[in-house]
Protein backbone atom coordinates (compact mmCIF):
# COMPACT_ATOMS: atom_id res chain seq x y z
CA UNK A 1 0.00 0.00 0.00
CA UNK A 2 2.82 2.71 0.87
CA UNK A 3 5.25 1.40 -1.59
CA UNK A 4 3.93 3.17 -4.56
CA UNK A 5 3.45 6.80 -2.66
CA UNK A 6 7.33 6.02 -1.25
CA UNK A 7 8.70 5.73 -4.49
CA UNK A 8 6.67 8.31 -5.84
CA UNK A 9 8.43 10.62 -3.10
CA UNK A 10 11.91 9.01 -3.25
CA UNK A 11 11.86 9.89 -6.68
CA UNK A 12 10.61 13.13 -6.38
CA UNK A 13 13.59 13.70 -3.73
CA UNK A 14 16.15 12.82 -6.06
CA UNK A 15 14.78 14.50 -8.87
CA UNK A 16 14.87 17.52 -6.59
CA UNK A 17 18.22 17.30 -6.18
CA UNK A 18 18.93 17.48 -10.05
CA UNK A 19 16.57 19.93 -10.34
CA UNK A 20 18.91 22.65 -8.21
CA UNK A 21 21.87 21.37 -11.01
CA UNK A 22 19.64 23.22 -13.74
CA UNK A 23 18.24 25.68 -11.54
CA UNK A 24 22.39 26.79 -11.09
CA UNK A 25 23.70 25.77 -14.38
CA UNK A 26 21.47 26.38 -16.91
CA UNK A 27 21.27 30.26 -16.95
CA UNK A 28 24.85 30.21 -16.52
CA UNK A 29 24.88 27.96 -19.21
CA UNK A 30 27.31 25.61 -17.74
CA UNK A 31 27.15 21.69 -18.46
CA UNK A 32 24.67 19.93 -16.24
CA UNK A 33 26.81 16.49 -16.12
CA UNK A 34 30.41 18.26 -15.34
CA UNK A 35 31.95 18.75 -12.93
CA UNK A 36 30.24 16.24 -10.71
CA UNK A 37 28.28 18.07 -7.89
CA UNK A 38 30.76 20.33 -5.83
CA UNK A 39 30.29 23.07 -3.28
CA UNK A 40 29.65 26.53 -4.61
CA UNK A 41 31.96 28.19 -2.14
CA UNK A 42 35.02 26.13 -1.89
CA UNK A 43 34.80 23.87 -5.17
CA UNK A 44 34.84 20.68 -3.08
CA UNK A 45 33.69 18.08 -4.85
CA UNK A 46 30.47 16.61 -2.43
CA UNK A 47 31.08 12.69 -1.55
CA UNK A 48 27.95 10.65 -2.89
CA UNK A 49 26.95 10.57 1.47
CA UNK A 50 26.60 13.93 1.56
CA UNK A 51 24.64 14.56 -1.39
CA UNK A 52 21.62 12.53 -0.31
CA UNK A 53 18.20 14.64 -0.37
CA UNK A 54 17.36 16.36 2.40
CA UNK A 55 18.90 14.05 4.77
CA UNK A 56 22.89 15.24 4.05
CA UNK A 57 21.43 18.41 4.48
CA UNK A 58 20.38 17.93 7.93
CA UNK A 59 22.74 15.53 8.86
CA UNK A 60 25.42 18.36 7.45
CA UNK A 61 23.83 21.11 9.80
CA UNK A 62 23.14 22.93 6.37
CA UNK A 63 27.03 23.39 6.33
CA UNK A 64 29.58 22.27 4.20
CA UNK A 65 31.60 19.27 5.33
CA UNK A 66 34.54 20.83 4.09
CA UNK A 67 34.37 24.83 4.32
CA UNK A 68 31.55 24.82 6.94
CA UNK A 69 30.37 27.69 4.73
CA UNK A 70 25.95 27.84 5.20
CA UNK A 71 24.36 25.86 2.04
CA UNK A 72 21.31 27.84 0.48
CA UNK A 73 18.37 26.59 2.28
CA UNK A 74 16.95 26.75 -1.14
CA UNK A 75 18.62 23.29 -1.86
CA UNK A 76 16.52 21.24 0.93
CA UNK A 77 13.49 23.47 -0.11
CA UNK A 78 13.46 22.31 -3.67
CA UNK A 79 14.64 18.63 -2.98
CA UNK A 80 11.04 18.59 -0.51
CA UNK A 81 8.90 20.68 -2.99
CA UNK A 82 9.48 18.08 -5.34
CA UNK A 83 8.89 15.12 -3.39
CA UNK A 84 5.68 16.99 -2.09
CA UNK A 85 4.89 17.68 -6.38
CA UNK A 86 5.63 13.55 -7.01
CA UNK A 87 3.11 12.80 -4.07
CA UNK A 88 0.45 15.08 -5.21
CA UNK A 89 0.99 13.69 -8.85
CA UNK A 90 0.83 10.40 -7.79
CA UNK A 91 -2.44 11.20 -4.83
CA UNK A 92 -4.53 13.34 -7.22
CA UNK A 93 -3.17 12.99 -11.36
CA UNK A 94 -2.67 9.26 -11.44
CA UNK A 95 -2.50 7.76 -14.96
CA UNK A 96 -6.08 6.78 -16.40
CA UNK A 97 -5.58 2.62 -16.64
CA UNK A 98 -8.04 2.26 -19.32
CA UNK A 99 -7.10 2.73 -22.66
CA UNK A 100 -3.67 1.31 -21.51
CA UNK A 101 -1.18 1.75 -24.78
CA UNK A 102 1.90 2.67 -25.39
CA UNK A 103 1.11 5.84 -26.59
CA UNK A 104 -1.16 6.69 -23.33
CA UNK A 105 1.64 6.17 -21.28
CA UNK A 106 4.14 8.15 -23.43
CA UNK A 107 1.63 11.17 -23.34
CA UNK A 108 1.18 10.81 -19.24
CA UNK A 109 4.90 10.57 -19.04
CA UNK A 110 5.60 14.01 -21.14
CA UNK A 111 2.46 15.45 -19.55
CA UNK A 112 3.97 14.52 -15.83
CA UNK A 113 7.41 15.86 -16.96
CA UNK A 114 5.99 19.27 -17.67
CA UNK A 115 4.32 19.50 -14.40
CA UNK A 116 7.57 18.78 -12.72
CA UNK A 117 9.95 21.08 -14.54
CA UNK A 118 7.67 24.02 -14.17
CA UNK A 119 9.56 23.68 -10.28
CA UNK A 120 13.07 24.29 -11.72
CA UNK A 121 11.45 27.04 -14.34
CA UNK A 122 10.01 28.86 -11.51
CA UNK A 123 13.24 28.97 -9.57
CA UNK A 124 14.96 30.31 -12.27
CA UNK A 125 12.16 32.81 -13.48
CA UNK A 126 12.51 34.02 -10.04
CA UNK A 127 15.98 35.07 -9.95
CA UNK A 128 16.90 36.14 -13.35
CA UNK A 129 13.58 37.08 -14.93
CA UNK A 130 13.63 34.31 -17.88
CA UNK A 131 12.20 31.10 -19.13
CA UNK A 132 15.12 29.31 -20.63
CA UNK A 133 13.97 27.77 -24.63
CA UNK A 134 15.06 24.52 -23.20
CA UNK A 135 12.86 24.02 -20.95
CA UNK A 136 9.57 25.17 -23.49
CA UNK A 137 10.54 24.13 -26.65
CA UNK A 138 11.05 20.88 -26.19
CA UNK A 139 7.51 20.34 -25.27
CA UNK A 140 5.86 21.83 -27.58
CA UNK A 141 7.71 19.61 -30.27
CA UNK A 142 7.21 16.48 -28.56
CA UNK A 143 3.43 17.88 -27.88
CA UNK A 144 3.01 18.37 -31.57
CA UNK A 145 4.63 15.06 -32.29
CA UNK A 146 2.69 12.76 -29.47
CA UNK A 147 -0.83 14.68 -30.72
CA UNK A 148 -0.29 12.41 -34.53
CA UNK A 149 -0.39 9.19 -32.07
CA UNK A 150 -3.38 7.43 -32.03
CA UNK A 151 -5.72 8.63 -28.74
CA UNK A 152 -5.74 11.85 -26.71
CA UNK A 153 -5.12 14.78 -27.16
CA UNK A 154 -5.96 14.85 -31.16
CA UNK A 155 -3.62 17.47 -33.73
CA UNK A 156 -6.52 19.81 -33.71
CA UNK A 157 -6.64 19.83 -30.00
CA UNK A 158 -2.70 20.31 -29.67
CA UNK A 159 -3.18 23.30 -32.55
CA UNK A 160 -6.46 24.99 -30.62
CA UNK A 161 -4.43 24.50 -27.18
CA UNK A 162 -1.32 26.14 -28.74
CA UNK A 163 -3.41 28.79 -29.90
CA UNK A 164 -5.61 29.53 -26.34
CA UNK A 165 -2.05 29.39 -24.48
CA UNK A 166 -0.02 30.81 -26.81
CA UNK A 167 -2.19 33.34 -28.51
CA UNK A 168 -3.81 34.73 -25.70
CA UNK A 169 -0.51 35.83 -24.04
CA UNK A 170 0.68 36.97 -26.92
CA UNK A 171 -2.27 39.28 -27.56
CA UNK A 172 -2.51 40.63 -23.75
CA UNK A 173 1.50 41.00 -24.20
CA UNK A 174 1.08 43.25 -27.13
CA UNK A 175 -2.23 45.51 -25.87
CA UNK A 176 0.26 45.45 -22.43
CA UNK A 177 3.32 46.88 -23.98
CA UNK A 178 1.07 49.53 -26.18
CA UNK A 179 -0.41 50.42 -23.08
CA UNK A 180 2.91 50.63 -20.32
CA UNK A 181 5.49 51.54 -23.93
CA UNK A 182 7.51 48.48 -22.35
CA UNK A 183 7.77 44.90 -23.08
CA UNK A 184 4.65 43.63 -20.92
CA UNK A 185 4.67 39.96 -21.77
CA UNK A 186 8.06 37.42 -21.77
CA UNK A 187 8.80 35.18 -24.64
CA UNK A 188 9.23 32.49 -22.39
CA UNK A 189 5.65 33.08 -20.83
CA UNK A 190 4.33 32.37 -24.15
CA UNK A 191 5.94 29.49 -24.72
CA UNK A 192 5.44 27.88 -21.47
CA UNK A 193 1.85 28.11 -22.41
CA UNK A 194 1.52 27.29 -26.00
CA UNK A 195 3.23 23.56 -24.51
CA UNK A 196 0.72 23.44 -21.85
CA UNK A 197 -1.94 24.53 -24.10
CA UNK A 198 -0.17 21.70 -26.72
CA UNK A 199 -0.31 18.89 -23.56
CA UNK A 200 -3.58 19.56 -22.15
CA UNK A 201 -5.56 21.60 -24.91
CA UNK A 202 -7.48 24.73 -24.78
CA UNK A 203 -9.57 24.97 -21.55
CA UNK A 204 -7.02 23.70 -19.75
CA UNK A 205 -4.46 26.72 -21.29
CA UNK A 206 -6.45 29.47 -20.63
CA UNK A 207 -7.55 28.20 -16.94
CA UNK A 208 -3.94 28.38 -16.36
CA UNK A 209 -3.83 31.65 -17.35
CA UNK A 210 -6.99 32.65 -15.35
CA UNK A 211 -5.76 31.28 -11.97
CA UNK A 212 -2.10 32.28 -12.96
CA UNK A 213 -3.35 36.23 -13.58
CA UNK A 214 -5.71 35.57 -10.14
CA UNK A 215 -2.44 34.69 -8.40
CA UNK A 216 -0.18 36.76 -9.71
CA UNK A 217 -2.55 39.87 -9.04
CA UNK A 218 -3.08 38.93 -5.58
CA UNK A 219 0.92 39.27 -5.13
CA UNK A 220 1.29 42.40 -6.96
CA UNK A 221 -1.75 43.60 -4.69
CA UNK A 222 0.35 42.24 -1.65
CA UNK A 223 3.92 43.74 -2.54
CA UNK A 224 2.53 47.23 -3.39
CA UNK A 225 0.30 47.19 -0.06
CA UNK A 226 4.11 46.57 1.71
CA UNK A 227 5.05 49.13 -0.44
CA UNK A 228 7.82 47.19 -1.84
CA UNK A 229 6.85 47.38 -5.83
CA UNK A 230 6.75 50.54 -7.91
CA UNK A 231 5.96 50.90 -11.69
CA UNK A 232 9.31 49.62 -12.50
CA UNK A 233 8.94 46.70 -10.30
CA UNK A 234 9.28 43.76 -12.41
CA UNK A 235 7.53 40.65 -11.40
CA UNK A 236 8.00 37.25 -13.10
CA UNK A 237 5.07 35.89 -14.42
CA UNK A 238 6.07 32.31 -14.96
CA UNK A 239 5.54 31.00 -11.11
CA UNK A 240 1.84 32.23 -11.08
CA UNK A 241 1.51 30.67 -14.58
CA UNK A 242 3.65 27.09 -13.37
CA UNK A 243 0.82 27.40 -10.80
CA UNK A 244 -1.89 28.51 -12.73
CA UNK A 245 -1.52 25.08 -14.75
CA UNK A 246 -1.16 22.83 -11.95
CA UNK A 247 -4.53 24.07 -10.50
CA UNK A 248 -5.76 23.49 -13.67
CA UNK A 249 -4.61 20.43 -14.45
CA UNK A 250 -5.08 18.91 -10.77
CA UNK A 251 -8.64 20.42 -10.13
CA UNK A 252 -9.53 21.74 -13.06
CA UNK A 253 -12.13 19.20 -14.15
CA UNK A 254 -13.28 19.23 -10.42
CA UNK A 255 -13.31 23.31 -10.57
CA UNK A 256 -15.77 23.22 -13.35
CA UNK A 257 -17.89 20.80 -12.19
CA UNK A 258 -18.99 22.66 -9.00
CA UNK A 259 -19.18 25.62 -11.13
CA UNK A 260 -21.28 24.36 -13.58
CA UNK A 261 -23.40 22.64 -10.50
CA UNK A 262 -23.86 26.21 -8.63
CA UNK A 263 -25.35 27.92 -12.19
CA UNK A 264 -27.35 24.78 -12.80
CA UNK A 265 -28.69 24.98 -9.12
CA UNK A 266 -29.48 29.10 -9.96
CA UNK A 267 -31.08 28.48 -13.24
CA UNK A 268 -33.03 25.82 -11.85
CA UNK A 269 -34.43 28.20 -8.88
ZN1 LIG B 1 32.48 24.17 0.80
Known amino acids: ?18 FNVLICRIPEKKSIFRPASH ?7 IKPLHNIPVFSYLFLGGKCHSC ?6 TYPLIETLTGGAALAIW ?4 PSLQPLSWQSIVVYAT ?55 GGLLLAIGA ?39 LLGSVYGIVLMAIRKLNSDHQIP ?20 NSWLSVFDRLAGG
Open 68 to 73: KQPIPI
Open 39 to 45: CPKCKTP
Open 175 to 213: IGSLLLKKDAMGGGDIKLMAAAGALWGAQTALLSILFGA
Open 111 to 165: RVSFLLLIIPISMIDLRHYIIPDLFTLPFLVIAAGIAFLPGSPTPLTALYGILAG
Open 1 to 18: MFIIPLMAAVYGLILGSF
Open 91 to 94: YFYP
Open 237 to 256: FGPFLGAGVWIAVLFGDKLM
